[in-house]
């Protein structure tokens, strides 16, 4: 755990707040925390219980994991109806009903379409119409039925698979807020990956947590900044998971309705009240573009969002409801983009 001092001394108080940060690998990405507190052992204290969530979390939604529900899902779905517990039912209920409402652009369902497109083994290739075919009769989210009543999970088709991860990192981030806050703690800022943050009350003295949104083409250059307070922030983008064939970029970003890569987008950044929704919406509103997904935020209650369309060397942005502000250049920011991972050329 790493210390830092800044400052923080309020009226009446004896001992100024400082900023302590704590960091591990979780759910394939890097979850930190910045939480603000008096002393130490309160920050340990607090640290503990949010990385033995997220830990539980990932026990319980990960498909990397045989002794996971949701693997047991997987295996046993196509088969007979599964009862599973609330938690993870609740989860898979969500996610349908953002496949609902995103027209099928969100679909936790596409991991046969990611297979055939070599995003699952990080070569990247082109598949074969017969390939693709296979897939997408293997996808589709209204293939998943549930019975509230019985707490059951059934697919209609037998190669359906759920994979959770697009919205399973956002629920975790909202979990351990949760946590932080049942610790007594309100300064924190929960970061998942760079990709899904969480900004819970602001710093001392400040008057919320800066920050920054890269240019998909060159980190180092900023499109634009926010300061966030109590709300969560997603990016997704096409410049992290790719492979290029005969000069043409395919990401990893997949329309489920197409059976392809999203092409035009390069990234999209959203805010929402809650990082399951800023999680699973960041990705559908990247595939829907900007006006389908103007159309979708609009029923999401505060959000805000950001389309930056065309190419790395000629972009254009395109906003929904977007909150910029100037930054303080004093202060601390923090960086909201995707994982950098390029994949090997297909053949």
Do not use: C
């Not at 070569?123 to 589709?140: D, I, Q, S």
């Not at 990956?193 to 949104?213: F, H, L, Q």
């Amino acid at each position: 755990m790493n210390k830092m001092r800044e400052q923080s001394a309020g009226a009446g108080e004896t001992k100024a707040a400082e900023l302590f940060v704590h960091s591990g690998h979780a759910m394939g990405t890097l979850f930190t925390i910045y939480l603000y507190a008096h002393e130490q052992e309160l920050a340990e204290v607090a640290f503990e219980a949010a990385f033995q969530e997220i830990e539980r979390i990932e026990e319980a939604l990960s498909n990397y994991r045989a002794s996971s529900e949701l693997s047991r899902i997987n295996r046993l779905a196509a088969r007979q109806e599964v009862t599973t517990d609330p938690e993870v039912f609740s989860l898979i209920v969500a996610s349908l009903e953002f496949s609902r409402r995103s027209g099928g652009a969100f679909d936790a369902t596409v991991g046969p379409l990611m297979r055939a497109w070599g995003f699952f083994n990080g070569e990247g290739r082109y598949p074969t119409e017969g390939e693709l075919h296979h897939a997408r009769e293997n996808v589709g989210w209204e293939k998943v039925q549930l019975d509230v009543a019985a707490r059951t999970v059934h697919f209609s088709a037998a190669g359906i698979e759920l994979d959770l991860g697009a919205i399973g990192k956002g629920y975790a981030v909202d979990r351990v807020v949760q946590v932080l806050r049942e610790a007594g703690a309100a300064a924190a800022l929960v970061d998942a990956g760079s990709s899904t943050i969480y900004a819970m009350d602001p710093p001392p003295g400040k008057n919320g947590w800066t920050v920054r949104i890269p240019n998909p083409a060159d980190r180092s250059q900023m499109v634009t900044t926010v300061t966030l307070q109590n709300v969560s922030l997603s990016t997704s983008g096409t410049t992290e998971k790719f492979f290029e064939l005969e000069g043409r970029r395919y990401s990893h970003v997949m329309d489920p309705r197409r059976g392809r890569p999203v092409h035009g987008v390069l990234q999209t950044t959203l805010v929402a009240a809650d990082a399951t929704t800023s999680d699973a919406l960041s990705n559908a509103i990247f595939v829907m573009g900007p006006e389908a997904g103007k159309k979708l935020l609009a029923t999401v209650p505060d959000s805000w969002g950001l389309w930056i369309l065309g190419e790395p060397g000629a972009q254009r942005l395109v906003e929904w409801n977007w909150q910029h502000t100037a930054g303080d250049a004093t202060s601390e920011q923090y960086v909201a983009a995707p994982q950098k991972e390029r994949l090997n050329e297909g053949t």
